[in-house]
């Protein structure tokens, strides 16, 4: 079976991209790259495996914005909270 370079993007936030050689498998109607070390480790391609470095660095731009937003909308909802007005629940 071909070797072929990937990039992941799973673990952009902690680890960065990481580039793996894998082996391309097909199944339920999807394609994954599977890595060719010992763990055996795979990702769907398109999602979190890309073939070129410029299509991870791309996903990751998507996803760094997504993050950001989330985090805003999270911020936002914080900064409503008053400390001393709200409401003490007994339970």
Known sequence: MET????ITKYWLARGII??????FHQSNSYYACSTDEKGDFWPI??????????ARQRVAELQKKKIASLTKQIEKLEQ??????SIKEE
């Open 46 to 55: 398109g999602t979190e495996a890309f073939p070129t470095e410029t299509e």
């Open 19 to 24: 580039k793996v050689a894998c082996t391309v």
């Open 4 to 7: 072929v370079t990937f990039y």
């Open 81 to 86: 909270i008053d400390p001393m007005n709200m």
